[in-house]
């Protein structure tokens, strides 16, 4: 039982970054990315061909990271006109698109086989103790990223990219550069989502097309709605009540008597569903609602007032 | 609104996690304790067409080696996992099955990405992983022999399929398929069966999913093929047929087992998969394990996957009863099951109330079912698989022989 609940609590964690990388996108800078899974393949594709080149673990992590930052301030550079739904849907084809090329070029990814016997750090050193190394090397990532992030959305930069949510024309109006923030927070967003992807690859040892399907994008989704989309701590939570669903829906079928195995399965699908249409009618805010920020709040006043040079208009 | 607040929902959460950490317990206070095997299958998803009659023949495997005293005195309880026909979902499903349930085999795994996905975990808690996949480089894994797979792998199956398809008289081939590991392995197999043979043969792999297949179609009859192999599943290959037909293709059409099959024929008008061949690995054609099983099913034929899921669960059961050991491992099965399936001086067995009883005896056994002969080679790839060439015929799947 209890290198089962490691294991899950290491996806936890997983499920926790990109949780995290959804608020600084979504929740702080208002730029829905249904495209996550790509990243998150870019960022396990990454690190394990780069293992596999014989490049350390850790460095194959940054890699991942800054290749999925790179791939998502470009991103973000291609689509600047687009805005709300119009660019969910691209981010949606993107991260399909990610999945194609990793399913098609099969000289480098391998294709549909998928990469095995991808390298696990000190694994054979560590031996037993090794899920419990990577559970806290994962939750220690979470914390760290959690506590970076946290500082760096109270700081000014956080507050601009929360006028940008709230109401692009403003903040241009105001003096702020709109794409450049926007910019950097999908880029911080899609490198958390790559680290994530990285450290997903070295924890299971494979990866195929397969794993970067939408289904994980819908369950980060409902974790950070269930959280609260704004809210650093609504990822964390957010992400252990969607595990817990998950994963407590596969035990509490058992108690189910009468049904096949199919209805069983259904039924446990439907739970997710249902789970987001109640979180969205009972508490669309999530557990963690919006914070509300007050101009004449002692942060605001400490912060100095950023650079007042306009934005071109368009 | 308002009823619903903050700490409702933490307690309701912690409660909800809580449960699930002592439920498994309170399962295992229950009377005998019954020797456990998982089943990782997909119940929902893109593949799961078959998941029904899986979890189906895994039950009827249950009873069927409850109702003969279980093994040793102890029942067999499956538990079935739903692959969500995703790598990462089987993870997790298989995890929970080897360090909560302890589960002594995995059986069922289908499709390749599935199985390659949670072969580490079987063989690195050393539980026994039977599967029906056919991707070739499943058992190219250090397995340390604890992979045993019931299907032929892609090699044979393209063989096979070629083959036949020179017999019926094809010179100019067409293969069209989504991308999985095995298209390209099976473009580049059954074009050389064909050029071998003075003919030609090409291929072309398609996006999965997709609600119109016109354009592939088009470019494949461009080439003038006098046959087109089907490489896909149930759902693209309704598809390709459709747009087969609407083309006025009038050539031959062969599919595999996992394309082409009742599913299939049930699911499209008659004169879109007339005529349409498949090659379905099976047991033998009086094959008594195989009319049992269907039976017991109440159904007039079956798909192999099923058989298979049936054998992966019956193997694991007379493994461990030859093994005889007192504590039930995957270590013991890996090492009897050779033992129970190939034993050339061992009686033809294909019931499993018998085989259990002779075994009790201890008396050697060579154990038919279902899906085949069950031999493996040292690598954990079956052989001597016979194939069923069957073709549809108004809606339903005829019996042309078994080679």
């Known amino acids: 039982m ?269 739970a997710i569903a249902v789970a987001l249409i109640v979180i969205m009618q009972l508490r669309p805010q999530g557990v963690f609602g919006l914070r509300n920020e007050r101009a004449g709040s002692a942060r605001a006043d400490a912060a100095a007032p950023a650079a007042a040079i306009p934005a071109p208009s368009k | 609104m308002s009823k619903f607040d903050r700490r409702d929902f933490l307690v309701g959460a912690a409660g909800v996690g809580s449960l699930a950490t002592f439920w498994p317990r309170a399962l295992l206070a229950q009377g005998a304790q019954p020797i456990k095997i998982g089943i990782v299958i997909p119940l929902t998803g893109a593949t799961s067409q078959f998941g029904a009659t899986m979890s189906a023949a895994a039950k009827i495997a249950v009873s069927d080696i409850n109702a003969a005293g279980g093994v040793a005195g102890r029942p067999i309880e499956v538990l079935i996992e739903d692959d969500q026909s995703n790598p990462e979902a089987a993870v997790r499903a298989a995890r929970k099955l080897i360090d909560v349930d302890k589960v002594v085999s995995i059986g069922g795994s289908y499709a390749s990405a599935v199985t390659s996905a949670i072969a580490p975990l079987c063989y690195e808690s050393k539980t026994a992983l039977f599967t029906s996949s056919g991707a070739d480089s499943i058992t190219k894994t250090p397995h340390n022999g604890y992979i045993f797979r019931t299907s032929p792998t892609v090699t044979l199956q393209g063989t096979r399929v070629g083959q036949y398809a020179l017999e019926l008289g094809a010179r100019k081939m067409f293969f069209l398929g989504p991308q999985t590991p095995f298209a390209q392995s099976y473009i580049d197999i059954i074009s050389k069966l064909f050029k071998d043979a003075g003919g030609a043969g090409q291929g072309l792999i398609y996006e999965d999913k997709r609600a119109s297949y016109r354009t592939e179609v088009d470019q494949a009859l461009r080439t003038n093929p006098d046959i087109i192999v089907l490489g896909g599943y149930v759902p693209d290959t309704s598809v390709v047929l459709k747009d087969l037909y609407r083309a006025g293709f009038g050539g031959k059409k062969i599919g595999f087992s996992f394309g082409v099959n009742q599913v299939l024929a049930e699911g499209v008008p008659h004169e879109v998969s007339d005529g349409t061949a498949s090659l379905v690995p099976s047991a033998s054609e009086d094959s008594t394990a195989y009319k049992t099983l269907i039976g017991k099913m109440g159904r007039p034929a079956l798909d192999s996957y099923s058989c298979q899921v049936y054998d992966h669960v019956v193997l694991t059961a007379l493994a461990l009863a030859q093994a005889a050991v007192a504590s039930p491992s995957g270590t013991a099965v890996r090492d009897a099951v050779r033992a129970i399936s190939q034993d050339p001086k061992g009686e033809k067995v294909s019931d499993v109330a018998r085989g259990l009883k002779l075994i009790a005896d201890k008396k050697p056994i060579n154990y038919d079912g279902p899906s085949g002969p069950l031999e493996f080679a040292a690598n954990g790839d079956v052989e001597g698989v016979f194939f069923r060439y069957e073709q549809v015929q108004k809606g339903k799947m005829a019996l042309l022989k078994v080679a």
Not at chain 1, 70 to 79: D, Q, R, S, W
Not at chain 1, 89 to 107: A, H, S, Y
Not at chain 1, 232 to 246: E, P
């Open chain 1, 2 to 270: 209890t290198s089962y609940l490691l294991f899950i609590g290491t996806i936890t964690a997983i499920y926790a970054l990109l949780s995290l990388g959804l608020v600084v996108s979504w929740g702080q800078a208002g730029m829905v990315n249904l495209g996550l899974v790509g990243f998150f393949g870019l960022g396990a594709y990454c690190s394990a061909l780069l293992t596999k080149l014989g490049a350390p673990i850790g460095l194959g992590w940054v890699a991942g990271a800054a290749l999925s930052a790179v791939i998502g301030v470009g991103f973000c550079l291609l689509t600047r006109t687009l805005r709300g739904d119009y660019l969910a849907i691209v981010t949606l084809g993107f991260g399909e698109g990610l999945r194609l090329v990793e399913l098609n070029e099969r000289w480098l990814t391998g294709g549909s086989d998928g990469i095995s016997g991808i390298r696990a750090p000190f694994k054979d050193a560590l031996g037993e103790l090794y899920p419990w190394f990577y559970f806290a090397l994962a939750w220690t990532l979470v914390a760290l990223v959690a506590w970076m992030l946290a500082r760096v959305l109270g700081s000014p930069f956080g507050r601009a990219l929360r006028a940008v949510r709230d109401d692009e024309k403003v903040a241009a109006v105001a003096g702020k550069n709109v794409l450049r923030l926007k910019c950097q927070a999908f880029g911080i967003g899609a490198a958390l989502f790559g680290l994530a992807g990285g450290l997903y690859a070295h924890f299971t040892s494979y990866i195929s097309p397969d794993n970067f399907v939408v289904q994980l994008t819908i369950y980060i989704f409902l974790a950070v709605t269930a959280g609260g989309y704004s809210r650093l701590i609504g990822a964390v939570f957010g992400s252990l009540a969607v595990m817990t669903i998950l994963e407590s829906s596969r035990f509490a079928a058992e108690f189910i008597p009468g049904l096949s195995a199919v209805q069983i399965a259904s039924l446990r699908e439907f």
